[in-house]
């Protein structure tokens, strides 16, 4: 039966916290403010660049977060951080690779859903993977409410001409979790990326721990 399945990119195929930590850490120091360490920037990951800055700035979320000071270092990062993901700082994830090119290779459908901005998601995605075949890679703009609003998720099953419940969303959080909850579709989540394995474990979906492993669940048997 033919696969369709929707990964998330941060902590999920790639590792963009080297990245991501550079480019705030930089847009930081422009303004004078002060920076963190890459461990705090991985609890900060997941629920767009508005918020990752809104949260660098000691605030919750983008709409907690006085305007003008969200607006410059926002503005500072989306300039910084396409400069400052190539090489190594944002490795893919020991057989990630591999993984893709199976799925390729046994017909799947694939896309990328991520809530990374899209000028950076879909250069990103190309550049790191330029031999798997995704037939959409999405990040945020503006077009679609983040994760986990299902919005977009629904959006890719509709031009696949499937139903949301033949998907599979592949994430390491729960805002993956969640879009797959709310658009009514499966979900595998995976650990080695930026969310706490307890509250993973804790949700009602498959958790595995390496590629391999979730290779043999993507790619079951044939009889």
Not at 17 to 24: S, V
Not at 134 to 163: E, N
Not at 209 to 216: K, P, R, S, V
């Amino acid at each position: 039966m033919k696969q369709h399945i929707v990964f998330d990119l941060d902590g999920t195929l790639v590792d963009s916290l080297p990245g991501i930590a550079e480019g705030l850490n930089r847009s930081l120091r422009h303004l004078g403010l002060p920076e963190h360490s890459p461990a705090a920037i991985r609890k900060m990951i997941g629920s767009g660049a508005a918020n990752l800055c809104a949260k660098a700035l000691g605030y919750a979320n983008a709409q907690e977060a006085p305007a003008k000071a969200l607006e410059a270092l926002h503005g500072k990062f989306r300039q910084e951080y396409p400069t400052c993901w190539q090489g190594a700082y944002t490795p893919i994830y020991a057989g990630i690779a591999d993984l893709l090119a199976k799925l390729s290779a046994a017909g799947a459908n694939m896309a990328v859903l991520s809530n990374k901005p899209h000028e950076v998601t879909e250069p990103m995605v190309r550049s790191l993977f330029p031999h798997i075949p995704f037939s959409h890679i999405m990040g945020h703009t503006g077009r679609f409410p983040r994760k986990p609003a299902p919005d977009a998720l629904l959006h890719i099953a509709q031009c696949w001409g499937v139903k949301a419940q033949e998907l599979i969303l592949v994430g390491d959080s729960l805002y993956d979790a969640r879009t797959a909850a709310n658009a009514g579709c499966k979900t595998a989540l995976v650990a080695w990326g930026y969310a706490e394995i307890a509250e993973l474990a804790a949700w009602p979906a498959p958790l595995f721990g390496t590629a391999d492993e979730l290779g043999h669940y993507l790619l079951p048997p044939q009889n």
